[in-house]
């Protein structure tokens, strides 16, 4: 792909001056494509090849199309994922996903015995088009880059910097010859589901993800590389954290060298950003030192997020901010797909509204932008995935649209960090305290929804619900039969405090003690 400057500014300047106007930009958070409103969305790297359909010899034109929908929803800053234990092209220094699979073998061959025979067919399916778009000569990301290019959405890529998705089956194809032949190298003293994630104390380890980063700014001509550690966060051997920031500090310090020199070749910014969990303190106790890294210039881009269990309401941007001090850095709130009030609980794909409501919060906290982790173009239905996601970059749009705020809880922890999820609550007494952002107009309808996991009473007997002090009206919820059973009531909006944050308390309406496992609050135009 070319690397023709696409701004006047480097056309006059000679290459001291160019290198300078370079780093001036980045420092400043400015990258191509990104006028007004942003709305940042990372691609997964299978998803394109699993779900989106792709005629014989016209690999190309699908994934225009595929890259289509999502500009047409509004999004400015495309993230495309390359890797996560392979990567979906033809890569020099790591294995690509269909490495030793044969696609005119049986269905026991051995790159696919590992996975359950009513797996298979998925599997081949996915691997046989990623074969496929490579034999047809197309580059993915390549040809992603360029299509976000003729749309004007700045592309990107992000790497997972430690993904370790079926580490319950160790032969499993999804794994790379590196974190197969090289066990010494994964974490240790560790136990349950991410004890095998590489350990980035070893060189080895770091040199390995330094070279599909070294790769990746080479071949490819894009405005920003994320480095994803949210995929996973678990670095460093059992209680070795600390020992490990430090480390980790160091060699992200490498990596912006590297971004720095790829955008001295290209003429143009290329931005560095990381994706890391919701609380500064959890980032910290993990390793990841994030206030650090944009204190010291080496990140442009500072992504908070839950990890993938659900949607996560109220992060705390104002928090980073406060802690950031004057460092020039891009904050954005991460928004999962996934809705899940209880750990381990049932959840659902996000409705327009939920979205709507933690995305609202996000930015009237202050954020540059929301982000978004597996908003697949299939996860809503076409118009209501338009519509829905070009409503999430301005909170002006937000707050004139029906949007629901809901009590999740923090999905990653750091080791040693105290904490209790809010729900499941039970006893006759519960406090909530909930971020609602900026308050609608008196005319609108605010109301507080409560699903009890048992019977909450009779009419008779119903909870009392208070908010910020001013009691509630019952209202009789359509789905009060059933279980969980469903109670709503009335917000005065007109009587609910000015400060950031509000008190919603349930109060049993007998002896009887309560268990709740889902509080919501909706807001909407109307009476």
Known sequence: MSGKPRSKIFMRCPPACALAAVLTLVACGVSAGQNGPALYYNQDCTDFFWNAGIREGQAGEAIDRYVDRIADAGVTVFLC???????????????????????????????LSPIAPAKRAQYRLGIGR?????????????????????RKVSPWITLRMNDCHENDIPDHPFHGSFWVKHPQLRRQNCTGYFATCLDYAQPMVRDYFMALIEETLERYDIDGLEL????????FSANKETEGAPILTAWLREVRQRTTAAAARRGHPVRLGVRVPSRPETALGMGLDAITW???????????TP??????????????????????????????????????GPAQHVSPELARGAASLVLADGADAVYLFNFFPGALPPEVY????????????????????????RDITAPGEPYQPPLPAKGREAVFRMQLGPLPPKDWRCEA???????????????????????????????AKGSPRFMSYRIPIGELSASRTHELKVVSGNETPFEICQVEVRLSPGP
């Not at 550690?229 to 678990?234: A, G, V």
């Not at 901010?321 to 991460?334: C, E, F, K, M, N």
């Open 81 to 111: 994922n390359s890797n996560a234990r392979r990567v979906n092209y033809r890569s020099r220094v790591w294995d690509a996903f269909w490495d030793g699979y044969d696609p005119a073998g049986p269905d026991d061959q051995p790159f």
């Open 294 to 304: 944009a204190r010291e210039g080496v990140i442009d881009l500072l992504v908070v």
């Open 307 to 344: 990890r993938w269990a659900t949607l996560e309401f109220g992060l705390p941007i104002s928090e980073w901010r406060r802690r950031l001090g004057d460092a020039r850095v891009t904050i954005a709130g991460g928004l999962e797909i996934l809705y899940r009030p209880v750990p381990a």
């Open 386 to 409: 338009q519509s829905t996601l070009r409503s999430l970059s301005s909170l002006d749009s937000l707050l004139k649209l029906p949007r629901t705020i809901g009590v999740t809880y």
């Open 449 to 479: 929804v409560l699903g009890f996991a048992t019977d909450a009473g009779t009419p008779e007997s119903n909870p009392s619900v208070f908010v910020d002090g001013h009691r509630c009206e019952f209202i009789e919820h359509p789905e």
């Open 228 to 235: 994803d550690f949210m995929r996973e966060p678990y670095l």
């Open 130 to 150: 990623m074969l496929a778009v490579h034999q047809e000569g197309v580059d993915y990301p390549a040809r992603v880059i360029e299509r976000c290019r003729q």
